[in-house]
Nanobody, 116 residues
Framework: QVQLVESGGGLVQAGGSLRLSCTAS????????MDWYRQAPGKQRDLVAT???????NYANSVEGRFTISVDNARNTMYLQMNSLKPEDTGVYYC??????????WGQGTQVTVSS
């Protein structure tokens, strides 16, 4: 089994920055597409950013130019650098991956709260 553990969330003022981390219990970063999702209170879980095996990335329109997704294969860790945060970025952030052997894996989530 593979576990994903997020960290780095917290309370920040609008305009501030946070860096989220997602560490896997097995070597998966760089081998599978990995994503960050977020879920605001009372809303569905939405895709925020994706990084593929070759390093290509995609972002939701709402975070394009402010967020950066990356991986450190030596640390088996995925990151989400979030700059110029807005109150609407508030939510629980989850890392996610789909693997052919272990299936769909979600982390437990980390709370990000942006105050105005």
């Amino acid at each position: 089994q593979v576990q994903l553990v997020e960290s780095g969330g917290g309370l920040v003022q609008a305009g501030g920055s946070l860096r989220l981390s997602c560490t896997a219990s097995r070597i998966i970063s760089g081998r599978y597409t990995m994503d960050w999702y977020r879920q605001a209170p009372g809303k569905q879980r939405d895709l925020v950013a994706t990084i593929r095996r070759g390093g290509s990335t995609n972002y939701a329109n709402s975070v394009e130019g402010r967020f950066t997704i990356s991986v450190d294969n030596a640390r088996n860790t995925m990151y989400l650098q979030m700059n110029s945060l807005k109150p609407e970025d508030t939510g629980v952030y989850y890392c996610h991956t789909d693997t052919p052997f272990w299936g769909t894996i979600w982390g437990q989530g980390t709370q990000v709260t942006v105050s105005s």
